[in-house]
């Protein structure tokens, strides 16, 4: 899962940390990446135990072949997908 899925998954609570390592020049040190994928035909958005009457979607809810379209279909002008992704509230 990609950091901008995670946030919207957790409605904006929890934020992907900054990766660091160190180099430890006596030590072999092996990493391995994990990617964990939504079922291409699902949804993506706010998890609904997340999302109550106190505390309002952040998020838009979209088809998962939909969002990885427009992830991957984007032109980069310096703004965030997942700022696109933010619901607007008039509060």
Do not use: C
């Amino acid at each position: 899962m990609y950091w901008w899925e995670q946030k919207i998954v957790t409605n904006g609570i929890y934020s992907s940390i900054e990766h660091r390592a160190m180099v430890n020049s006596s030590k072999e040190r092996m990493s391995f990446a994990t990617f964990l994928f939504p079922n291409y035909d699902g949804v993506l958005g706010p998890a609904s135990s997340l999302v109550n009457e106190n505390t309002q979607a952040q998020y838009k809810t979209t088809g998962v072949k939909d969002h990885l379209k427009g992830f991957f279909g984007r032109k980069l002008d310096g703004k965030s997908y997942v700022d696109s992704k933010r619901v607007h509230h008039n509060n």
